[in-house]
């Protein structure tokens, strides 16, 4: 089993559409909690970084943690098609070497 | 603010051929830093990281090899390419100070061997 779950798509929707992109994990023990979002042939860039449970949100993104569950989630209002890309949910436990551990990535298309 | 820099963005080698991929950072000190490989259609998987000046850890034993001669440089080398050494590679740089700090990317290097 791997420590992140994250299915990988595609996911396909209509401008406008409420997007949820979700990851489940089996480490009790992360505590920090990213979403990055990939363009094609670009470096994935950060999106949401929030810290044990509960909700963020930023303009149209909102990041949403549920510990007790070890599930995260991202949820993207309004999507628009400058949204379609890979979405990479990441996590790291309290050490000083910032290891990640990455999800597969979600690859979303938003149709005009 | 800090930036980082990969290049070349796109390299065609042949097999068997050495490999030396550069990667700096600036605006900051002393970070960690990372070499991630990422197949097509799939995850990232990290190579190797640094949290300091020739502190190098391997997580994938293979043909590749990586360096950190200064405290915001990385470099990744190999020997002797091999086909499957082909794919995207990014560097990474995080904050070295306190914990579960995010990791920011490079745009990487698209490597192709023939």
């Known amino acids: 089993q791997k420590e992140v779950e994250q299915d990988p798509g595609p996911l396909s929707v209509p401008e406008g559409a409420i997007v949820s992109l979700n990851c489940t994990y089996s480490?009790?023990?992360?505590?920090?909690f990213m979403w990055y979002r990939q363009y094609s042939r670009k470096g994935p860039e950060l999106l949401m970084y929030?810290?044990?449970?509960g909700n963020k949100e930023d303009g149209r993104f909102t990041a949403q943690v549920d510990k007790s569950s070890k599930y995260i989630s991202l949820f993207i209002r309004d999507s628009q098609p400058s949204d379609s890309a890979t979405y990479l949910c990441?996590?790291?436990?309290?050490?000083?070497?910032?290891?990640?551990?990455f999800g597969q990535g979600t690859t979303l298309q938003v149709k005009p | 603010s800090q930036t980082i820099h990969q290049w070349p963005a796109t390299l065609v080698q042949p097999v068997g051929s050495p490999l030396s991929l550069e990667c700096t950072v600036e605006?900051?000190?002393?970070?960690?830093l990372y070499w991630y490989r990422q197949a097509a259609g799939r995850g990232l998987q990290l190579l190797f990281y640094?949290?300091?000046?020739?502190?190098i850890s391997s997580e994938v034993p293979q043909n590749l090899s990586a360096s950190r001669p200064q405290d915001r440089q990385f470099i990744l080398s190999s020997k002797k390419l091999l086909l499957s050494d082909s794919g995207f590679y990014l560097c990474?740089?995080?904050?070295?100070?306190?914990?579960?700090?995010?990791?920011?990317f490079g745009d990487g290097t698209r490597l192709s061997i023939l």
């Open positions: 640094s949290v300091g000046i020739g502190q």
């Open positions: 605006g900051t000190s002393n970070p960690n």
């Open positions: 929030t810290y044990s449970s």
């Open positions: 990441a996590m790291s436990v309290s050490s000083n070497t910032g290891k990640l551990i």
């Open positions: 990474a740089w995080s904050s070295g100070t306190g914990f579960g700090q995010p990791q920011h």
């Open positions: 480490n009790s023990a992360f505590q920090y």
